[in-house]
């Protein structure tokens, strides 16, 4: 197999293909929730059901990035990054077209493996396509791609849905799609690696069940609770099969993970601190919505706009924050990101009843600021930390942090803020935590708000040790 020499007078075009690939794919795992209720109603379901159009697409894009960059890596990554472009809009326009609720869940699965392809290759095409003394812009510029996806979904959502059919959440997306093909086809370089590797399929078994036994805990323990058997015997499952998977892969000639990339202690810092802070943002998309239109009254669309604030911050300071990271280094830029997150989340823990909006977009937009300030640098770090014959299974480990976090974040905050509802209240509301008074609501999201700065606290206390580290 040949190598083709990266052109870096096509990096632009490059990142637009690369950025309009990874914001379908981050926009998609949100921007479904607030049409969540219209699902139900034109669909003739129920939340126990709908629930699943959200975390078939979570699920399964998480257990799939791994082995993607791992093809990537030995394959070579148009080819797949291109058909995950192609396999997403098709997954889109069935989704539309579905004329009941398990058709819809079902072509959000093909809509996942799509995502995927795009999700576990996108950083490690944009890693190439610029020249190293450009990389933290370059990747600055592709995360705030990936955090506004996340993000701005709910708000988008709701926009959509004011004045047109649910199905336009997913139409919306066939236009995109087209462009970020023709893109992908005509600018992202062909590169392939040398010589003949072998796909590690025990490897990639073993930590596709170990990493659904964990999700389907996180999630299934938010109704059963996480001391429930089957929840219990699912984080066993998953601990058994990711020490098996780890067996596997120090004994594997051509392992699908390459378990030195972990021995680099900044990678493996990075990597972390990305996993808590996304686990702290999951946590904020959800609960915020339940702040602005159940405890304060602000009707969807204000909600939506109020929402807006957060990306907004985060993509003006990005791509800043990147250029800034290969000027001076990743690690103090990321560290004055994660100071302001922490001034952020204790300024939103004073959130209640008589608030203003004054104070609401300042503890809001510090939160964006701090994030674009954070994740660019360290999304860089993770990068610039990882060997050239292993960006795909890098890039792949960045994705698989966010996912992760998304769900977990969702999964174990939202269960916190419900339970000290309950706490507060005295016994567990019948008719869930929404239905308690607005009073008692109000004081679990300030708990909830705090435990989200002990989050944040840790993950600068990595930064501080990994700075230590480098300047031994």
């Given amino acids: 197999m040949t190598n083709t020499a990266v ?25 479904v929730n607030v049409a969540l209720p219209s699902l139900v109603r034109e669909l003739n379901t129920n939340f126990a059901t709908v629930q699943w159009v959200i975390l078939a697409y979570l699920l399964t894009q998480t257990t799939l990035l791994l082995s993607v960059g791992r093809l990537g890596d030995m394959l070579g990554k148009k080819p797949l990054f291109t058909a995950g472009i192609v396999v997403f809009t098709l997954g889109s326009v069935l989704c539309g077209l579905s004329p009941s609720i398990y058709w819809l869940i079902s072509f959000r699965v093909v809509q996942a493996v799509g995502a995927a392809m795009m999700l576990a290759l996108g950083m490690a095409i944009v890693t190439e396509a610029f020249p190293p003394n450009e990389r933290g812009k370059a990747i600055g510029l592709n995360g705030t791609f990936v955090s506004i996806g996340i993000i701005i979904g ?21 236009p995109i799609g087209l462009i970020g093909t023709f893109l992908a086809l005509h600018y992202i370089p062909d590169t392939h690696p040398g010589g003949k590797q072998k796909f590690d399929f025990i490897g990639a078994a073993t930590l596709f069940i170990s990493l659904l036994c964990l999700l ?51 990678f493996s810092i990075n990597l972390t601190m990305g996993v808590l802070v996304f686990i702290a943002i999951a946590g904020t998309t959800l609960l915020l919505p339940f702040y602005l239109n ?51 989340y204790l300024l939103m823990s004073q959130f209640n009843a008589d608030t203003d909006l004054f104070n609401y977009a300042v503890g809001v937009g510090a939160l964006g ?25 890098a890039s792949g480990l960045l994705a698989i942090s966010r996912t992760l976090g998304q769900i977990v974040g969702i ?39 705090f435990v989200m700065v002990l989050l944040i606290v840790v993950a600068l206390g990595l930064n501080v040790w990994g700075l230590l580290q480098e300047r031994r």
């Fill in 154 to 174: 709910p708000t988008l959502g709701g926009i959509i849905l004011n004045d047109f059919a649910w199905n336009w959440i997913f139409f919306v997306n066939l």
């Fill in 411 to 449: 999964s174990l905050l939202g269960a916190l803020w419900a339970g000290r509802v309950s706490y507060f209240l005295g016994t567990t509301p019948p008719a869930g935590a929404t239905s308690a008074p607005i009073p008692t609501q109000l004081a679990a999201l300030s708990d909830t708000f």
């Fill in 294 to 344: 159940d405890m304060r009254g602000f009707p969807p669309r204000q909600v939506g706009l109020m929402m807006a604030l957060l990306p907004i911050f985060l993509g003006i300071v990005a791509p800043l924050a990147g250029s800034l990271s290969d000027k001076w280094g990743t690690r103090p830029i990321s560290m004055i990101g994660l100071v302001v997150v922490v001034v952020s």
């Fill in 7 to 31: 052109n870096y007078e096509k990096k632009w075009l490059v990142m637009a293909a690369v950025a309009i690939g990874t914001f379908l794919a981050t926009i998609d795992g949100s921007i």
């Fill in 216 to 266: 389907l805990a996180f999630t299934w323990g938010q109704q059963r609770g996480f001391t429930d058997v089957l929840i219990l015997l699912l984080f066993l499952g998953a601990a058994l099969f990711l020490g098996l998977f780890l067996w596997i892969e120090g004994h594997t000639a051509e392992p699908m993970v390459d378990l030195q990339l972990f021995r680099n202690r900044i």
């Fill in 369 to 393: 600021l701090g994030m674009g300030i954070f994740q660019s640098p360290n999304n860089s770090g993770v990068m610039g930390a990882a060997p050239s014959g292993r960006l795909g299974v």
